[in-house]
């Protein structure tokens, strides 16, 4: 069984910064990623980012490449979201997940078996 932690959300004004971490309890196989969603009011979630645990290759939204940057502490089981150049639209609860299926992409929230609570980063303009 594994369980996820996120930390780090909060209220940001546009164009500043924030760090969203997620501790991971568990035992964790190198075949797994470790993906970020977020999800708005009256939206879907949507895919943000991930990394893969062996080799740390990351992926990226459109809509957040260049100011979000997903990284990973293998030591301590923790994924971190840097998110820099916030906007409005970045407004929502955001969730790390683990995903443990590598079937339909890694951009695709079936593949992830494992959620956190989510965590709120609110950006004001």
């Known amino acids: 069984q594994v369980q996820l932690a996120e930390s780090g959300g909060g209220l940001v004004q546009a164009g500043g910064s924030l760090r969203l971490s997620c501790a991971a309890s568990g035992r964790l196989f190198p075949s797994y990623a470790m993906g970020w969603f977020r999800q708005a009011p009256g939206k879907e979630r949507e895919f943000v980012a991930a990394?893969?645990?062996?080799?740390?290759?990351?992926y990226y939204a459109d809509s957040v490449k260049g100011r979000f940057t997903i990284s990973r502490d293998n030591a301590k089981n923790t994924v971190f979201l840097q998110m820099n150049s916030l906007k409005s639209d970045d407004t929502a609860a955001y969730y790390c997940?683990?995903?443990?299926?590598?079937?339909?992409?890694?951009?695709?929230?079936?593949?992830?078996?494992?959620w956190g609570q989510g965590t709120q980063v609110t950006v004001s303009s």
């Open positions: 997940a683990l995903r443990t299926i590598s079937r339909l992409g890694i951009r695709n929230e079936a593949e992830y078996s494992y």
């Open positions: 990394i893969t645990w062996s080799s740390g290759t990351t």
